[in-house]
């Protein structure tokens, strides 16, 4: 059976895009692991599935699948293109765009430019929300790793994520505290790790080791998380620009129980077809 599918990036962030509102396919976890290799398959970060909603006040239901074939709540860079997609593809012509995920609603707003703002709700610093085993909501935790201790802010964006501050992104651990902190046995369903350096208060760069993804140019929630860790931490103010290794993006979070907002840019790189194995 062949499957009509798009290939899309945010800030080198790369997804498969498929549509199942006008199509029918199952895939099953080793599917999308042999779509996701990089030799063999399409190769991408992240599968990226458009549904009709379940929930009628919704547009339609969003859902994330990591490289490793993992499902997961949430993923900033992809509903940017996820919004893009659904109104290339005339499924939508809604400027605002309401979508349900396993990590709770979303909102996306396409703005005359062509950039896309996603509203990612009120970031969750209570450890049972990553979840996280910690008896209380610090602002930094001290964690146990390869006998070294480092130190964490702890976050949900719909998705688990921890940000460690470093003095130079360029020269942090990633490949090696990355996958260690990923599957550390206090994250029961393992997390994302950020390296941030502050620049200023209005400017960071970051690196991020995906959860099921390994270390990719670019994550949207990953973005989110540190912005949101920095501010609560004192050192960054909104609106914040993060540098990541495939671009810019903008965050705002004006105050503790407002939504954080996330904008930047979302690229269509070419259609396809596939035929499912
Ligand atoms: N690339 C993403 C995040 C994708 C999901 C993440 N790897 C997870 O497992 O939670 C983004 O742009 O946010």
């Known amino acids: 059976m062949l499957l009509h599918f798009t290939k899309m ?21 080793e599917q999308v692991r042999q779509l996701a290799d990089r030799r063999f398959g399409i190769g991408f970060d992240q599968l990226l599935i458009v549904e009709p909603p379940r929930d009628p006040d919704m547009d339609f239901r969003y859902r994330i ?3 490793d074939g ?3 709540e949430n993923c900033g860079n992809g509903a940017r293109c996820f919004a893009r997609f659904v109104r290339d593809q005339r499924l939508t012509h809604k400027h605002e765009i309401h ?23 009120v970031p969750r610093f209570a ?4 979840p996280f085993e910690a008896n209380e909501d610090l602002l930094r935790h001290e964690l146990e790793v390869d006998g070294e201790r480092v130190e964490v802010g702890a976050v949900s964006m719909g998705n688990p994520h921890v940000v460690l501050r470093v003095d130079d992104v360029e020269r942090a651990p990633v490949e090696r505290l990355g996958p260690a902190i990923e599957h550390h046995p206090r ?19 970051l690196r991020v080791h995906e959860r099921g993804s390994g270390e990719t140019l670019a994550c949207g929630t990953g973005a989110c998380a540190a912005v949101a860790c920095g501010i609560r ?4 103010e909104s609106p914040v620009t993060v540098h990541l ?21 979302a690229e269509r790189v070419f259609d396809g077809r596939v035929a499912l194995a």
């Open 65 to 67: 699948f990591n490289a």
């Open 9 to 29: 990036h945010g800030l080198g962030n790369d997804f498969m895009v498929i549509d199942l509102v006008t199509q029918r396919a199952r895939l099953r976890d």
């Open 99 to 121: 979508v349900e995920t396993a990590g709770g609603p979303l909102t996306l707003l396409v703005e005359d430019d062509g950039q896309v703002t996603v509203d990612m709700g």
């Open 233 to 236: 931490q004192g050192l960054l």
């Open 127 to 130: 450890p049972q929300a990553l």
């Open 245 to 265: 290794r495939g671009g810019d993006l903008r965050i705002e979070w004006p105050a503790e129980e407002a939504s954080l907002r996330m904008t930047g840019p």
């Open 70 to 72: 993992s499902e997961v």
């Open 187 to 205: 994250f029961p369903r393992r997390v994302n790790v950020g390296f941030m350096e502050v620049v200023s208060p209005h400017e960071i760069r």
